[in-house]
Each structure stands twice: as C-alpha cells, then as structure tokens.
C-alpha cells in the first residue's frame, strides 16, 4: 500500500492490489479524539471495537514508523492524542 499526506491529519492510502479487483484509494483522518478510514472494513467495525485500525490506518502508521501491533487501545489512544511515548 501506498500512503500520501493530504493534509495536517489526512492521508490517501492507494491499495494497488484491492480485494476489488482494481486499485482502490481510501481517506484516513486523525484528530485528537479519533483516527478513522472511509473503508468498509472500518465503516462495518469501528463501533464494534475501539479504536479499531483497518489495515489502510496501520499502513498509515507504518509509512511513519510507528508499530501499532504494539499498541493497545489505551496505548492507541494517547498516541492520537499526541502522547507519543
């Protein structure tokens, strides 16, 4: 997957190999509060679980060197709020 910085907290991450069968873009947002991804795998699982990462917002955090498998969802949570340790 390819990820590209849109804005402050948007990025285009480019799934060249979708389950689609064609190349398929989607958003990811962040803000203090929340990350989110205009995928239907996050649109069908992010109230179910919180802070739910699809795999287009762990792209994101792995393009910025950031492990998310070793973040919990509290862990998760300071990190989107800018507590970064």
Not at 12 to 32: C, D, F, M, Q, W
Request: hydrophobic residues 25%.
């Amino acid at each position: 997957m390819k990820v590209l910085k849109l804005g402050e907290t948007t990025y285009a991450v480019l799934n060249e190999r979708s389950t689609a069968g064609y190349p398929r873009y989607h958003i990811v947002k962040y803000t203090t509060e929340s990350i989110t991804c205009t995928c239907e795998d996050y649109q069908r699982n992010h109230h179910k679980k919180p802070n739910y990462a699809c795999k287009h917002i762990k792209a994101v955090f792995r393009a910025y060197g950031v492990d998310i498998e070793s973040y919990g969802d509290n862990k998760l949570s300071k990190w989107i709020r800018g507590d970064k340790a």
